[in-house]
């Protein structure tokens, strides 16, 4: 099996002497783990950081055998945001969260266009918490387990959505879920629309929902917890404000 692809580096990890097992989300062809030959010397290490660009030319003998990539990097790629703690802990939430979601071999465009869009925004400070939040609900959708957010789950209006259900994953509104407000998890507006405002606490409300459902549709069922690289960029947000 060969294949050539656009890739978004996850992690990196060296094996042997010289070499080192690296982590891929690629376009087409899903998440890929390969071994990179000189993975570990000075000149491709800053190459294999998570969120790097690289252009994957992927070779194995079978589709379930460890196979082998030469990796060119494009573009400037996280050096960018070495000057940005809070940023780079954004982006290895993600890579964190996509390795540890996303099963092998299997094709997940929407994942990697969620990704995509992720790191193009992070070097926009007050922007880039709100569309971590939009990625990781891409990435439930992407999983099979999106969020129903279109209208009221109890009247079917589409107005008025305060709440989501932390058992179905949809909508509320604000009448019908009133009596159950404790019981129900707040949604942050810009989740229904570009053109809704980013108020104080949208953010934290929004990772709050991401968050439940990831850890109860993806993490849950493996035992697993979610990443601790999402719960340091959760924490680091909140001290910064911006949660």
């Given amino acids: ?65 460890l196979g ?26 993600a890579a964190a969260v996509t390795l540890a979601a996303l099963p092998e071999r299997e094709a997940h465009p929407g ?16 922007l880039w918490p709100a569309v971590y939040v939009r990625f990781e609900v891409g990435l439930l959708e992407e999983l099979g387990f999106g969020l129903d957010l279109s209208s009221c789950a109890v009247t079917g209006e589409p107005d008025d959505l305060v709440w989501v259900s932390p058992r179905t994953g949809r909508a509320v509104s604000r009448a019908a879920g009133e009596p159950f407000a404790d019981r129900l998890l707040p949604l942050p507006p810009f989740l229904l629309g570009a053109q809704a405002g980013l108020g104080a606490g949208d953010v934290g409300a929004g ?27 959760v924490a680091r947000l909140s001290a910064a404000g911006l949660a």
């Fill in 68 to 93: 082998s990539a030469r990796l060119e990097p494009t573009g400037e790629g996280p050096s960018a945001l070495f000057d940005d703690p809070l940023a780079l802990a954004g982006l290895s939430s």
């Fill in 111 to 126: 994942a990697f266009l969620a990704l995509e869009a992720l790191t193009g925004a992070l070097s926009l400070r007050d």
């Fill in 1 to 65: 099996m060969e294949f050539t692809d656009e890739a978004i580096v996850l992690a990196a990890r060296s094996h042997g002497d010289t070499g080192a097992i690296v982590d891929l989300l690629t376009r087409s062809h899903g998440r890929r783990t390969a071994y990179v030959a000189g993975g570990a010397s000075r000149r491709m290490k800053p190459f294999l950081q998570p969120g790097a660009r690289v252009d994957a030319d992927l070779r194995s003998r079978t589709s379930d055998q």
């Fill in 207 to 233: 990772l709050e929902l991401t968050g439940h459902f990831l850890a109860r549709s993806v993490f849950d069922p493996m035992n697993r917890p979610l990443p601790e690289a999402r719960d340091r960029m």
